[in-house]
């Protein structure tokens, strides 16, 4: 498929589902090849590469579960293999870290464990993710992190989620000043609410009208929303912006 993206290679962590489906999808229809990385619906992620195919694309699924610390590492071996076999040679050009751990609870009722899974998914996945990608990444290539509005609203119900993606928003800036010498951009989107399995609110017409009154584009956000914002950063149209959080929220609390 031609595109803007044409012989470019991507992994899309969490990209069989809501945003990262809608993100595999779009950069694929600009010419990428997308490892569409998934935890453990495989049906989902054949789901999802089938519809890549069938719309000219290239895609594969692969699979590691990121709240388990030992993922990163097994999730390079399982690419390497694929891009070996594939182009030759174990570099790609895209990362986009979506893949994420919800959970709505307040402080008196998150437990330790809670708080270990959502910091691992959320942040030290991420984290070691970039490490294993930076002998990979090309020259040139692009990081986008999938951060949230939560890192900068006050909910009572997100004392970890939200601090995990501020945490997540802060490495994207040390990162993007660690590869600005190889010209590779590291960016930060944050989506509001939007309509994914992950988002209960977003499904629920009653509980969500109060954020649909606080978007100031009056509506939920779709998945594709967040996909194009997440394409152009990947893009060389892209190419001028790095260690930046940019909101796709449809202005959620302005
Ligand atoms: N939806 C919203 O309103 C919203 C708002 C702000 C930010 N975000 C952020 O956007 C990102 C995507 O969220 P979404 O709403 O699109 O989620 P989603 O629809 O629930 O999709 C989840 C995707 O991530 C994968 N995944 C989940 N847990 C994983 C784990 N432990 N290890 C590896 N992969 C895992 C899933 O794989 P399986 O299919 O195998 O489970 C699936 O591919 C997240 O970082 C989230 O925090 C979402």
Redesign the pocket.
């Known amino acids: 498929m031609a595109g803007e993206l044409t012989g470019k290679i991507a992994l899309v962590?969490?990209?069989?589902?809501?945003?990262?489906?809608a993100t595999s999808m779009r950069l694929a229809r600009e010419g990428a090849t997308v490892a569409v990385?998934?935890?453990?619906?495989?049906q989902?992620?054949e789901v999802t590469v089938a519809a890549i195919i069938a719309a000219g694309g290239a895609a594969f699924p692969i699979?590691?579960?990121?709240?388990d610390p030992a993922?990163p590492e097994r999730l390079f071996q399982l690419l390497d293999a694929e891009l070996t076999a594939r182009f030759g040679s174990t570099g790609f050009d895209i990362l986009v870290?979506?893949?994420?751990?919800?959970g709505r609870a307040t402080i008196d009722q998150t437990t330790e464990a809670d708080f270990d899974?959502i910091l691992q998914?959320?942040f030290k996945?991420p984290f070691f993710i970039i490490q294993h990608a930076l002998p990979r990444l090309r020259d040139g290539g692009r990081i986008v992190n999938?951060?949230?509005?939560?890192a900068r609203i006050a909910y009572a119900w997100s004392p970890v989620?939200g601090p995990s993606?501020a945490a997540l928003e802060t490495l994207t800036v040390s990162v993007a000043k660690h590869l600005g010498p190889r010209g590779i951009t590291v960016n930060a989107v944050?989506?509001?609410?939007?309509?994914?399995?992950?988002?209960k609110?977003?499904q629920d017409p009653v509980a969500v009208r109060p954020f649909v009154e606080m978007t100031t584009l009056g509506r939920?956000?779709q998945?594709e929303d967040?996909a194009d914002v997440i394409a152009f950063l990947a893009s060389d149209r892209g190419r001028w912006i790095t260690g930046q959080r940019i909101d796709t929220?449809g202005g959620l609390r302005l």
Request: hydrophobic share 35%; glycine share 14%.
């Open positions: 962590t969490g990209g069989s589902r809501g945003i990262g489906r990385h998934y935890k453990s619906n495989r989902a992620a699979a590691a579960d990121l709240a993922a870290n979506n893949a994420g751990a919800g899974r998914v959320n996945a999938v951060s949230s509005t939560a989620y993606k944050t989506p509001g609410t939007t309509m994914t399995d992950m988002n609110v977003a939920v956000g998945p967040i929220s």
